[in-house]
């Protein structure tokens, strides 16, 4: 079982039976993560930290950095548990066609709410059986962003916990509840 949960801002939080995992991580900090995910290359990572694209595994956990901008911004594909997940980072950018095929099946897709038109056009490209819209800055954004997945009003949720089967049919939009 993953669960997932909201950090400060657009970071995420992801335990495993034996790794903790924290994606994008704000000001707030990961806390007790194993392996930090980060959105921009660091020169030095600390112990854990992975920033750039390349593929990693960590205790059965692979992990797939998608390089954009050339090489300055980093999202993830992260292989756990029998699930493919995705993190994609801010600010949302037009995927290639390449980048959408290194990120492979996804199960579930973390997507930040920069821009409601890019994200729909990699939402319906990747088609993800349960899609995790991230607000970001711009509360506009996240509430058309919310509109086209026909979210708008849904309850927000304190975590995310994927377990079992996932929707066949049709997608599952997932409101995390901001971390306070």
Known sequence: MITCTSLDESGIKCELPKKT???FPGKAGAGEADIILKASPDEEPKKGEISWPGEYDTDGVAIRGIGHDEGRQ???AVSAEGR???FLSSPLHDWTDREIEMLGDIDVLFIPADDAKKA???IEEVDPR????LPTKDEKAFAE???LCGALGKELSDEYKIKGALPEEGREVVILKPRE
């Open 74 to 76: 980093v999202s993830y």
């Open 84 to 86: 493919r997940l995705a």
């Open 120 to 122: 729909q056009r990699i």
């Open 145 to 147: 962003l919310l509109k």
């Open 130 to 133: 349960v899609l995790v819209p």
């Open 21 to 23: 995992i924290a994606v």
